[in-house]
């Protein structure tokens, strides 16, 4: 099959985002303003925010700011796979929080309860399957891996490849360990304007195109707070929460401490029904496969298969631009390695191609911070699975600017910071060093280099 000609007259805008239920902008901040929360940032991490304040309190005033719209960014661009994890998974948070990693695992279960609660609660339209997710073997190494992790009670089960291929069949898969609880898939960009149009009914006044330029911390004598200056209006706020994601952080304190690091995925036309008999895909589960450069794929409510992941770019100094929202060789690798995995579906073609960025950091889970007297709390650096720990990301900060001690405030993940990266050109060098180094590692059966094991020591290491 010609990947080129399979690919051309696939849109370029996100297919989460190419929809008609994208409901109209709302106006731009104009003049001045005050409220008692104010959030900055309109993707899952700040409109989770703001409902939570809302049920808390609902006489509260919330205002959200929103740069662009909501859930324009990589809240409208992922995968949709909503997991319990909080720490990207057991291992990692094991390697980084070994005295904590077992509560916060129950906390990252009972946040995946909590989001499946809230879509019934509140009706919210945004597909959401709480059908799993299968690791996959696609190599010999990988399986031993897979299948000591076999825990029925713990809902994780390990199927060899005939028991797979009851589930999913391609011939490059060897087993796979299905966990039947930790994840759910949504349409994310469903889920943010699900979550604006709940927010608004609750009385929270959002503002769209609102770009946040600048963040003074007023005196006591002038009633203490914060003021957001945006492009035609100020704000002024008792407590804020900073929601910007891989954005440029407004505390100057945390900007070293994640990179944007951009990803791909691209989605296919509608599967016929045999094609999708072909492929066996039955249980609708989220896949994945094992390896460091790895792919992460699903259906759609439509029957289209998402396929992302594998190159992970980080382009010099850090920077956040549509013009590397497209990567034409990215994508022409993804679809070969599509006929590949299903040589069944040769001849289906590519509806949607995109990419977006990852607010990554150095332990691959989020992290939080507070400035001027506890009255601002931020939360970022979810590395790619924050569709479901932005809830808690929420939860977190709300607990910070509640001034009290409680035991979210207390734990470990939320009071230690992850080392920061280094400035450039120490910083490109990094990551272009340790991404050779996980591709060695991959055609090396997953054995670890030196450089690979010096990152595991420090603090900075994961193994996918």
């Known amino acids: 099959m010609n990947v080129s000609a ?15 239920a994208r409901p109209a902008a709302l106006p731009a901040l104009s003049g001045e303003h005050s409220t008692e929360l104010a959030i900055v940032g309109g993707g899952f991490t ?3 925010t703001a409902l939570l304040a809302k049920e808390a309190d609902p006489d509260r005033r919330v205002v959200l700011l929103e740069g662009g719209r909501v859930g324009w960014a ?24 070994p005295a904590e990693n077992a509560r916060l695992t129950e906390l990252g279960f009972e946040n995946l ?41 713990a809902g994780e089960v390990w199927l060899d490849a005939e028991e797979l291929r009851a589930h999913i069949d391609s011939p490059q898969y060897l087993g796979g360990l299905w966990d039947q609880r930790g994840n759910a898939l949504i349409h994310p960009a469903k889920l943010c304007w699900e979550l604006l149009r709940v927010i608004r009914e609750l009385g929270v006044e959002v503002h769209e195109d609102s770009i946040v330029r600048r963040m003074d911390r007023r005196s006591r004598a002038a009633g203490g707070g914060v003021d957001l200056h945006t492009d035609a209006g100020t704000l002024r706020a008792e407590r804020v929460a900073l929601a910007t994601n891989v954005f440029p952080s407004l505390l100057k304190r945390t900007r070293l401490h994640t990179v944007p690091v951009y990803d791909y995925a691209i989605m296919t036309e509608p599967l016929t029904a045999e094609q999708l008999a072909a492929i066996g895909w039955s249980g609708r589960q ?52 599509l006929y590949e995995m299903f040589p069944q579906l040769e001849g289906v073609r590519f509806s949607h191609k995109w990419g977006g960025a990852i607010d990554t950091c150095s332990r691959f889970f989020p992290f939080f911070a507070t400035a001027h007297g506890g009255r601002i709390a931020y939360a970022a650096g979810f590395t790619g699975l924050g569709v479901g720990a932005s809830r808690f990301a929420g939860r977190v900060m709300l607990n910070l600017l509640s001034g009290g001690r409680t035991e979210l405030t207390e734990l470990e993940m939320v009071r230690k910071m992850p080392l920061p990266f280094p400035p450039e050109p120490l910083a490109w060098a990094g990551v272009k060093l340790t991404t050779a180094a996980m591709v060695k590692a991959d055609e090396n059966e997953g054995r670890r280099g030196p450089l690979l094991k010096a990152l595991d020591a420090i603090g900075m290491g994961f193994d996918s």
């Not at 792919?295 to 770019?313: E, K, M, P, Q, S």
């Open 113 to 153: 309860d909590a989001i499946e609660a809230a879509v019934a609660r509140y009706g919210l339209d945004c597909e959401f399957e709480r059908t799993g997710e299968i690791n996959i073997a696609t190599e010999p190494y990988q399986v031993e891996a897979l299948r000591a992790a076999h825990d029925p009670e």
């Open 286 to 337: 989220g896949l994945a496969d094992t390896a460091n450069r790895f792919h992460y794929f699903r259906l759609t409510a439509d029957n289209r298969i998402l396929f992302g992941g594998w190159d992970a770019v980080y382009h010099y100094g850090k920077q956040v631009s549509w013009r590397y929202d497209q990567r034409a060789e990215t994508f022409e690798t993804l679809a070969r390695q």
């Open 6 to 20: 399979a690919l051309a007259g696939a849109s370029t805008v996100p297919f989460w985002l190419d929809s008609d």
């Open 74 to 97: 990589a809240s409208g661009r992922n995968g949709g796979f909503c997991s319990a994890s909080l720490t990207h998974g057991w291992d990692n948070g094991e390697s980084h929080l």
């Open 46 to 48: 700040g409109l989770w």
